[in-house]
């Protein structure tokens, strides 16, 4: 039985009841954050719990919580679910008013907040081995995108261009430049340096993102975080995108057009090697 968390109560996931007029039903007027968890221990809790925090900040959205309770809260709900290895989901609406109205209610509504957990589930084998295909488009999106909200409409239409295309991910750019993808962040090597865009209004402060820069630096390999155009994505040797799930995944092609050799490259698989070793040493030991 998956157990989940609303507004105070944990309780089975097929149990778990929100109103329709619930203001993430009506608006998309909420924030959210995954949080993945490896042997029972979530990573960089403290980093998700104060991403969540400055997204509520920004939407004038009051926290319903300390970061100590959200820990407790995210703790409790990784004891009472089966996986070792788990992805828990956590949402923050402005909660239900008796009425619908763009404008913010009262104090007197309460956030809605929820909780649930799934499996971890990270790139097998064969998709490690073969890379995974990608389609591009222009990013489409809001200009907060350094906002996790639920309001996850373009997103979701991008990545299903992905997905009728037969690919893993859709590749975003703004005015020439590269941003991130629908639901990863993506990085480019050329000519033996790794690139990837600053942090912005127009892309999501990824924890993953911070883990690869993190060993980029700490074991010498050369990188830039700067601008990229979309033309060196389009030249690149290789392309990876990365998140919480994903972890390190190479690109092989994209719009149909093979990647550097259109194999996974050795920068990459470096990375990704790095990033196991970290997994093992670090993330699954607190």
């Known amino acids: 039985m998956v157990t989940a968390f609303v507004n105070g109560q944990y309780l089975p996931l097929a149990e778990a009841r929100v109103s329709p007029m619930d203001r993430g039903f009506l608006f998309g007027d909420g924030a959210y954050e995954v949080i993945p968890v490896y042997s029972r221990r979530p990573f960089r809790v403290d980093e998700h719990v104060a991403r969540l925090a400055s997204t509520l900040a920004a939407m004038r959205l009051n926290n319903p919580h300390t970061a100590q309770a959200w820990k407790a809260i995210i703790g409790e709900i990784v004891a009472r679910n089966p996986w070792e290895d788990q992805s828990v989901y956590l949402q923050v609406t402005r909660g239900a008013d008796s009425k619908r109205n763009h ?29 995974v295909a990608a389609v591009s488009a222009a990013d489409i999106r809001w200009l907060r995108c350094d906002l996790k909200t639920v309001s996850m409409l373009a997103n979701c239409l991008l990545r299903q261009h992905a997905i009728d295309n037969g690919c893993a991910e859709t590749v975003l750019f703004r005015d020439s430049f590269l941003t991130e993808g629908a639901a990863s962040s993506i990085f480019v090597c050329k000519d033996g340096v790794l690139l990837v865009p600053p942090k912005s209004h127009l892309m999501l402060p990824g924890i993953t993102y911070d883990v690869v820069l993190e060993l980029a630096r700490s074991r010498g390999m050369w990188h830039e975080v700067r601008e ?59």
């Open 103 to 131: 404008a913010f209610p009262g104090p007197e509504v309460q956030p809605t907040v929820f909780l649930m957990s799934e499996p971890l589930v990270t790139p097998g084998a064969e998709q490690l081995a073969r890379g």
């Open 228 to 286: 990229v155009l979309e033309a060196e994505v389009r030249s690149a040797d290789e392309l990876w995108m990365t998140s919480s799930t994903k972890e390190v995944l190479p690109i092989t092609t994209l719009d149909g057009r093979p990647v550097g050799s259109g194999e996974p490259g050795p920068m990459g698989r470096q990375m990704y090697a790095w990033y196991q070793d970290f997994k093992l040493t670090v993330m699954r030991n607190g």
